[in-house]
Every structure is written in structure tokens, then in C-alpha cells.
T-cell receptor
Framework: AQKVTQAQTEISVVEKEDVTLDCVYE???????LFWYKQPPSGELVFLIR??????QNEISGRYSWNFQKSTSSFNFTITASQVVDSAVYFC??????????????FGTGTRLTIIP | DSGVTQTPKHLITATGQRVTLRCSPR?????VYWYQQSLDQGLQFLIQ???????AKGNILERFSAQQFPDLHSELNLSSLELGDSALYFC???????????FGQGTRLTVV
């Protein structure tokens, strides 16, 4: 069975600080996909990134970066120079890559990030 | 804007009633997923349709059912509603394979 653990329930940082959100996953599949989604106060789920299990390269997109380490089954998300607009709940998710056409996501419980002005 | 449209945005109904939630996927996306987000269960996968056929089922109650129509829009039917069914219901869509799912804004269901 697949499982995603986000141990940090809530994090608060002062604006402009860097913050890392942790994600640990469990799966027996050799092919899988990892995701991060953002849920701002307005409620929608916004896609941030998707990585496949064969690509361990770290990725940077503006102030956002992701660190994928298969050895520790982790897919951590770092926001550099945080801004108030980054305040949201962030979800890490996992999908099975071996089942053609079934891309259901297993979500973690989310981390509520508050950026203090 | 993700391109996935869900209606209605808010719904308040009484216990025992039946409601229908509607989802229009992004243009060209064949897969539609339904998820439930509640305080106690978090984000849970309910069901997936692919090009009109049921593809996968998650923790969906027997009182709930869904379908995907030939024009690819989908409906989630919730019947004999209970207070515990109050939640945010999301629809998501994705293209054929191996791509990310884009979520609608959700329908907030309140059962009173």
C-alpha cells in the first residue's frame, strides 16, 4: 500500500526566511510519481510539481526547489525568501506509475504554512 | 484557472437528501477523478473514470455513485446524506497517462 507522511502539521516563519516542507513516502512500486500541491485559503488545489521515480535530479523553479532522494524515500520542498502569498496548506502526493491509466493520488495530511509579515 | 469546472461551488442540504455534483474536465482530458476532503479523513480518492468507463475505485461509500458522460463531463451523486458527508469535493482531470492532475475549485457540501 502507498503512504505519504508529512510530519510537520504547521509551520510559521517570518517573511523572507527560507522554509523546508518534509515529505516521506512508502511504496512497493518501482515506477511511481511524486507531486506537490498548494491549497491557498481560497480552497483550490494548485499543482506545483511532478517527478517520476527515475529522475532524482533536484528541481528549481524561481523561489521553489525540490529535493528528491530515493535512498531516504523523501521529496522535500523548499521555499526561499518566503512571502506572505506563500501562506497555504501544502500537500505531497504519490501515484502508482505501473497501472496504466490509473493515476489516483495518495495524499499526505498536508502542512499548513504561515508566513508572518 | 486550472480549466476544470465544478458546479455548484456551495451546496447546503438536509440529512437524507440526494445531491448531484458536476464536473467539466479540461478540454481533451479523458480521465476524471473525484476526491473528498474532510477534516478527519483528509484528501481521499473516491473514484476515477477514463473515457466513460470506471477505472478505479477508492474509499467511496455505496450511497455514492458517479458516471462520466460521452462529452466527458462527470457527475458525482450522493444520496441518503449524513452529517458526516459534509466536505469539500474535488474533481480533477488529466490527459491520457503519466501526467499531473488538475483540480477544480471544489464543491463545498454542507449537510445540516
Amino acid at each position: 500500500a502507498q503512504k505519504v507522511t508529512q510530519a510537520q502539521t504547521e509551520i510559521s516563519v517570518v517573511e523572507k526566511e527560507d522554509v523546508t516542507l518534509d515529505c516521506v513516502y512508502e511504496t512497493r512500486d518501482t515506477t511511481y510519481y511524486l507531486f506537490w500541491y498548494k491549497q491557498p485559503p481560497s480552497g483550490e488545489l494548485v499543482f506545483l510539481i511532478r517527478r517520476n521515480s527515475f529522475d532524482e535530479q533536484n528541481e528549481i523553479s524561481g523561489r521553489y526547489s525540490w529535493n528528491f532522494q530515493k535512498s531516504t524515500s523523501s521529496f522535500n520542498f523548499t521555499i526561499t525568501a518566503s512571502q506572505v502569498v506563500d501562506s497555504a496548506v501544502y500537500f505531497c502526493a504519490l501515484s502508482d506509475g505501473s497501472n496504466f491509466g490509473n493515476e489516483k493520488l495518495t495524499f499526505g495530511t498536508g502542512t499548513r504554512l504561515t508566513i508572518i509579515p | 484557472d486550472s480549466g476544470v469546472t465544478q458546479t455548484p461551488k456551495h451546496l447546503i442540504t438536509a440529512t437524507g437528501q440526494r445531491v448531484t455534483l458536476r464536473c467539466s474536465p479540461r478540454s481533451g482530458d479523458l480521465s476524471v477523478y473525484w476526491y473528498q476532503q474532510s477534516l478527519d479523513q483528509g484528501l481521499q480518492f473516491l473514484i476515477q473514470y477514463y473515457n466513460g468507463e470506471e477505472r478505479a475505485k477508492g474509499n467511496i461509500l455505496e450511497r455514492f455513485s458517479a458516471q462520466q458522460f460521452p462529452d466527458l463531463h462527470s457527475e458525482l451523486n450522493l444520496s441518503s446524506l449524513e452529517l458526516g458527508d459534509s466536505a469539500l469535493y474535488f474533481c480533477a482531470s488529466s490527459p491520457l497517462v503519466r501526467t499531473e492532475a488538475f483540480f477544480g475549485q471544489g464543491t463545498r457540501l454542507t449537510v445540516v
